[in-house]
């Protein structure tokens, strides 16, 4: 079964940057969207960024301008640049990949930003 793998996360201060990356173990035909989510405690899951296979990228509003979302198309590989950091990106930020048959998430990677 093919998983996605994840790295990157950790504690930051404010103001700081971290890079996340994520890849599947083994292959996933057809990946149409990659892309990131994630989860504070007490709150739903939501959408960080996006990227399709054409490049299109889609950003929470919150995110837009600090995050940058890019796609090794080779290495089937999803990054998350992410600078100037505040305390409320803190969360489980969690790998998501669209594939023409089925969908898949990573096991999540925590991020923590201090003030």
């Known amino acids: 079964q093919v998983q996605l793998v994840e790295s990157g996360g950790g504690l930051v201060q404010a103001g700081g940057s971290l890079r996340l990356s994520c890849a599947p173990s083994?292959?996933?035909?057809?990946?149409?969207?990659m892309g990131w989510y994630r989860q504070a405690p007490g709150k739903q899951r939501e959408l960080v960024a996006s990227?399709?296979?054409?490049?299109?990228?889609n950003y929470a509003d919150s995110v837009k301008g600090r995050f940058t979302n890019s796609r090794d198309n080779a290495k089937n590989t999803v990054y998350l640049q992410m600078n100037s950091l505040k305390p409320e990106d803190t969360a489980v930020y969690y790998c998501?990949?669209?594939?023409?048959?089925?969908?898949?998430w990573g096991q999540g990677t925590q991020v923590t930003v201090s003030s």
């Open positions: 998501n990949v669209k594939g023409i048959y089925r969908e898949y």
């Open positions: 990227i399709t296979n054409s490049g299109s990228t």
């Open positions: 083994g292959t996933i035909f057809s990946i149409h969207t």
